[in-house]
């Protein structure tokens, strides 16, 4: 949700090994996770830490989300110096998940793909350039709105024509929406009572279809 790069789990132990090394000896260290698969979630089963609660297979679960949202994940010992530092420049022993894609585009295609819409904006020809342009969508640009939503719930943007160009998290509920579509952003305060935000949907919360 926040988009983040990296997700740091600090541990009691320095990132992940085929096989629990407090039992095994001969138990391998693994630098790098491309995939986390059954194979090696397999690897945590059993594992424990005397530290964290549900050991490394809770870790792993969490790398999971991570990589799913495009976000890096380490595994590292949390008892040496400057642990984050350490990360930081190489030098600490730990396990580097790596994501296939960046947190933007996750959250693009979340958003896109995944979350539910539950309104619609139709919107005139100069607010279809300005979405095109990368810009923002502006109450002064929308013709019509249908639908029931709540403040940061996923609406569709559509032209004069019934296309779908976009989809959005809308700053506004339907009802503030209907009072303000097709007005300058300087009359939001006057018509709501209160500021809020100058954008019907910000162009960071919106993916063009």
């Not at 949390?78 to 642990?83: H, I, L, R, S």
């Not at 209160?194 to 993916?207: A, D, K, L, T």
Request: proline share 2%.
């Amino acid at each position: 949700m926040i988009q983040a790069n990296l997700l740091i789990i600090l541990s009691d132990i320095d990132g992940l090994y085929d096989k629990n090394p407090n039992i095994h000896a001969n138990a391998s260290h693994i630098p790098l996770v491309e995939e986390i698969n059954n194979d090696i979630m397999q690897m945590a089963t059993g594992s424990d830490s005397s530290i964290g609660t549900g050991g490394m297979k809770t870790k792993l679960i969490a790398a999971k989300i991570a990589l799913t949202g495009g976000c890096h994940a380490v595994i590292s010992q949390a008892n040496q110096k400057n642990p984050i530092l350490s990360i930081d420049d190489h030098q600490a022993k730990a396990t580097w998940f790596m994501a296939n894609d960046t947190p933007t585009s996750s959250y693009k295609n979340w958003l896109s793909s995944i979350l539910q819409s539950n309104g619609q904006l139709i919107i005139d020809d100069g607010a279809v350039a300005a979405l095109k342009d990368g810009k923002s969508l502006l109450p002064v640009g929308i013709l019509r709105i249908d639908g029931e939503f709540n403040r940061g719930d996923a609406v569709d943007i559509l032209d004069i024509n019934n296309n779908k160009l976009a989809r959005g998290l809308i700053n506004f509920s339907y009802e503030e929406a209907q009072k303000i579509i097709g007005k300058q952003t300087k009359l939001i305060e006057d018509i709501l009572g209160y500021q809020g935000r100058s954008e019907m949907i910000h162009r960071n919360e919106m993916v063009i279809l």
